[in-house]
């Protein structure tokens, strides 16, 4: 899952990308509105954490003016917890709300759960042929063991796993599973489809040649 956090104050953008990435999320940040409003039209990001205080385009405006696009479910953070701020972040486009100062634990838990509403799921369990993708622990069982996997290879399994039944191209999923910052080799995704097969098995993740991958 690829997230994008927009935060003007540089400590909190460290510590919350840094907290996201060892939760095995690809993250790319932005530290003002118009750099944020930029990135998220660019990206089909799976969830965008926007700070509602931004210099330039501030967190209402961006939303706004990214709502006239886009649909990616967006988590406001503010330090203002006036009830008319909270109800100008929903009317603008805001799928959830969080106060400053907050839990991480709490962000980490509403962002797993607009990815699940996003893609249409009701719980954090998805369980294909007897092997289950835990989203909210963030682990993958077989056989109910659990099973070794890198961040990337997580990664890949989930996003298959939300999109089950569909053919998901190259391009969509490295997208989606590598920020900004890393070096995406052509072949990455392939070492990193070769080794979940190596796991969970030959047949979990299946190619359609010329389209992509996906999970039946």
């Known amino acids: 899952m690829r997230l994008l956090v927009i935060e003007d104050d540089p400590l909190l953008l460290h510590s919350l990308s840094e907290g996201l ?9 932005a530290a003002d ?5 930029r990135k998220a039209r660019e990206t ?6 926007l700070d509602g205080m931004l210099p330039g385009i501030d967190g209402w405006e961006l939303l706004a ?4 696009e886009k649909k990616t479910p967006v988590l406001m953070l503010t330090a203002r917890d006036a009830v008319p701020d909270r109800i100008r972040g929903l009317d603008a486009g805001a799928d959830d709300y ?12 509403r962002l797993r759960a607009l990815i699940r509403r996003s893609s249409g799921l009701g719980t ?8 289950e993708v835990d989203t909210a622990a963030r682990i993958v069982r077989h056989g109910g063991e659990a099973v070794s996997l890198t961040p990337r290879e ?4 989930e996003y298959l796993a939300l999109h089950r039944g569909s053919v998901v191209s190259r391009t969509e999923l490295y997208e989606h599973l590598f920020d900004e910052s890393d070096d995406t ?6 070492v990193h489809v070769s080794n979940v097969r190596k796991k969970l098995g030959a047949s979990f993740i299946s190619t359609r040649r010329g389209h992509g991958y996906c999970i039946e």
């Open 154 to 157: 997580y990664g890949l399994v």
């Open 44 to 49: 089909d990001y799976d969830s965008i954490v």
């Open 124 to 131: 954090s369990v998805l369980e294909i042929d007897g092997i």
């Open 21 to 29: 990435r060892e939760e095995l999320y690809a993250v790319d940040t």
């Open 65 to 68: 003016r990214l709502r006239r």
């Open 98 to 109: 969080l106060t400053k100062p907050f839990d991480f634990e709490e962000l980490l838990a």
């Open 185 to 190: 080799l052509s072949n990455l995704l392939d």
């Open 33 to 37: 509105g118009e750099e944020g409003l």
